[in-house]
């Protein structure tokens, strides 16, 4: 009977993508990136998918600008293929259908696997696009429910809840891929989509054999790495996206980790500028800023009776910049920022957050009357401590001449030795429990 289901599904698919009446164009100008096409303009709208010599076997592209007579579009290939007077059909826009049989399975932006592990099953539901409207804003769930991470760090001083997104705000080299592989193995969620924008080659097959390990059964990943197209680093979020869509609509609670956003805005740039828009802030175009919130408003709560995504979002702040035009729209879309600190990270104190730089947006909902009381006063301590760590180096410290003071000195690094926590050591089951036992152990 499965065998039939997926035959009958086949068939439908094939009906879908042999249009009865096929509209071509033809290349007439070819640009490095991009080309121009004619006699498609009336039939297109932004976003629509063409094949490049479809008889041939096609190169896939997307439009990205129409005028009266042309049309421009950029290939998700790598090496252009195009040459004048080549023809050019109409796609409609991009679907593909996300199934559960994907877990465990890496796949490019554009839904096609690329381990070892044979073609993909299809899905049996409706065509599923990239593009997609979040939910109704007063149809969505409440976020109420907590999610357990197991990193120490995170759940007593930035807690998080289902359906909540937080992005990880953190230059190169400190710790951010470790972090977001410790996300995934945190309990409480059925699947995770990860999607991995503009990695180094080499990372990628590190990451989901070692870094997910055996919570790659779970998972599906996106890759998009350093080396592909430009519209391919900007089709994997929103691949995964769907995929996590997908999943939410099942009634699955799904983590999604987008590593990074920033270089999907990179991708964006590049797109926005190839279509002719002008360099407003730091060489981006407007539309990336339109683009990013568009991106992130679709993880969260589904609608009533749904599932959930629970969004973690990596920004890489280029040069330690954390009032990057990218950064501030995207710190200022999400529910709570992760402040990743290169200081922190030399000390050798991982993962290298900044706690006081740090905010979760949601955390009253999850602290009880006394864990807030204990954050608070946690958090004065430290930044008591941080705040006269110049003085102390300098001699100016003598104990007893500020009680606060002297306990902020004697507690606070003992405090960030708590906190300690890599992979190898293992999630923690109860944060402030562990936080205790360990003061007390260092008394």
Same mark, same amino acid.
């Not at 740090?358 to 955390?363: H, K, Q, T």
């Given at each position: 009977?499965?065998?039939?289901?997926?035959?009958?599904?086949?068939?439908?698919?094939?009906?879908?993508?042999?249009?009865?009446?096929?509209?071509?164009?033809e290349?007439?100008?070819?640009?490095?990136?991009?080309?121009?096409?004619?006699?498609?303009?009336?039939?297109?709208?932004?976003?629509?998918?063409?094949?490049?010599?479809?008889?041939?076997?096609?190169?896939?592209?997307?439009?990205?600008?129409?005028?009266?007579?042309?049309?421009?579009?950029?290939?998700?290939?790598?090496?252009?293929?195009?040459?004048?007077?080549?023809?050019?059909?109409?796609?409609?826009?991009?679907?593909?259908?996300?199934?559960?049989?994907?877990?465990?399975?890496?796949i490019?932006?554009?839904?096609?696997?690329?381990?070892?592990?044979?073609?993909?099953?299809?899905?049996?539901?409706?065509?599923?696009?990239?593009?997609?409207?979040?939910p109704?804003?007063?149809?969505?769930?409440?976020?109420?429910?907590?999610?357990?991470?197991?990193?120490?760090?995170?759940?007593?001083?930035?807690p998080?809840?289902?359906?909540?997104?937080?992005?990880?705000f953190?230059?190169?080299?400190?710790?951010?891929?470790?972090?977001?592989?410790m /996300?995934?193995?945190?309990?409480?969620?059925?699947?995770?989509?990860?999607?991995?924008?503009?990695?180094?080659?080499?990372?990628?097959?590190?990451?989901?054999?070692?870094s997910?390990?055996?919570?790659?059964?779970?998972?599906?990943?996106?890759?998009?790495?350093?080396?592909?197209?430009?519209?391919?680093?900007?089709?994997?979020?929103?691949?995964?996206?769907?995929?996590?869509?997908?999943?939410?609509?099942?009634?699955?609670?799904?983590?999604?980790?987008?590593?990074?956003?920033?270089?999907?805005?990179?991708?964006?740039?590049?797109?926005?500028?190839?279509?002719?828009?002008?360099?407003?802030?730091?060489?981006?175009?407007?539309?990336?800023?339109?683009?990013?919130?568009?991106?992130?408003?679709?993880?969260?709560?589904?609608?009533?009776?749904?599932?959930?995504?629970?969004?973690? /979002?990596?920004v890489?702040?280029?040069?330690?910049?954390?009032?990057d035009?990218?950064?501030?729209?995207?710190?200022?879309?999400?529910?709570?920022?992760?402040?990743?600190?290169?200081?922190?990270?030399?000390?050798g104190?991982?993962?290298?957050?900044?706690?006081?730089?740090?905010?979760?947006?949601?955390?009253?909902?999850?602290?009880?009357?006394?864990?807030?009381?204990?954050?608070?006063?946690?958090?004065?301590?430290?930044?008591?401590?941080?705040?006269?760590?110049?003085?102390? #180096?300098?001699?100016?410290?003598?104990?007893?001449?500020?009680?606060?003071?002297?306990q902020?000195?004697?507690?606070?690094?003992?405090?960030?030795?708590?906190?300690?926590?890599?992979?190898?050591?293992?999630?923690?089951?109860?944060?402030?429990?562990?936080? #205790?036992?360990?003061?007390?152990?260092?008394?």
């Amino acid at each position: 009977m499965n065998a039939l289901v997926r035959l009958g599904q086949a068939v439908r698919d094939a009906e879908s993508s042999i249009p009865l009446l096929e509209i071509t164009g033809e290349v007439v100008d070819v640009a490095p990136g991009s080309y121009r096409v004619s006699g498609l303009s009336p039939f297109l709208r932004l976003g629509d998918t063409v094949a490049l010599n479809a008889d041939g076997g096609g190169q896939l592209g997307e439009i990205v600008r129409i005028d009266r007579a042309l049309a421009t579009v950029k290939p998700f290939g790598n090496s252009l293929t195009a040459r004048l007077g080549m023809p050019v059909s109409r796609r409609g826009l991009f679907t593909f259908r996300p199934d559960p049989s994907w877990k465990g399975r890496v796949i490019n932006a554009l839904g096609e696997p690329i381990d070892d592990g044979g073609p993909l099953l299809p899905g049996t539901g409706a065509p599923t696009s990239t593009i997609a409207e979040p939910p109704n804003a007063l149809h969505r769930a409440r976020v109420k429910s907590r999610i357990k991470t197991g990193i120490r760090a995170m759940d007593i001083f930035c807690p998080i809840c289902a359906g909540q997104r937080i992005g990880i705000f953190a230059g190169s080299g400190v710790g951010k891929s470790t972090l977001l592989a410790m /996300f995934a193995g945190a309990a409480g969620f059925d699947s995770v989509v990860i999607a991995l924008v503009g990695e180094r080659g080499r990372e990628v097959r590190e990451f989901v054999e070692e870094s997910l390990g055996a919570n790659r059964a779970r998972a599906v990943t996106v890759v998009a790495t350093g080396d592909e197209s430009p519209m391919m680093r900007r089709m994997a979020p929103k691949t995964a996206m769907a995929v996590a869509e997908n999943f939410r609509d099942r009634g699955e609670s799904v983590l999604l980790i987008v590593d990074s956003v920033t270089r999907y805005a990179h991708a964006a740039r590049d797109v926005a500028l190839a279509a002719g828009e002008p360099a407003v802030a730091r060489g981006y175009a407007p539309s990336v800023f339109s683009e990013l919130p568009q991106l992130l408003e679709r993880a969260g709560p589904g609608l009533e009776g749904s599932g959930t995504i629970t969004g973690i /979002f990596s920004v890489l702040v280029d040069g330690d910049d954390h009032n990057d035009p990218v950064a501030d729209t995207i710190r200022g879309t999400l529910d709570g920022h992760i402040v990743l600190d290169r200081k922190i990270a030399i000390q050798g104190r991982y993962p290298a957050i900044d706690v006081l730089a740090s905010l979760s947006r949601l955390a009253h909902q999850v602290w009880s009357p006394e864990q807030t009381t204990l954050v608070i006063r946690l958090r004065e301590m430290i930044g008591r401590f941080e705040d006269t760590r110049d003085l102390r #180096a300098m001699g100016g410290y003598q104990a007893g001449s500020d009680a606060e003071l002297d306990q902020a000195v004697a507690l606070v690094p003992r405090i960030y030795a708590a906190l300690v926590q890599s992979p190898a050591s293992g999630l923690s089951d109860d944060a402030f429990r562990d936080l #205790a036992t360990m003061l007390q152990k260092a008394k």
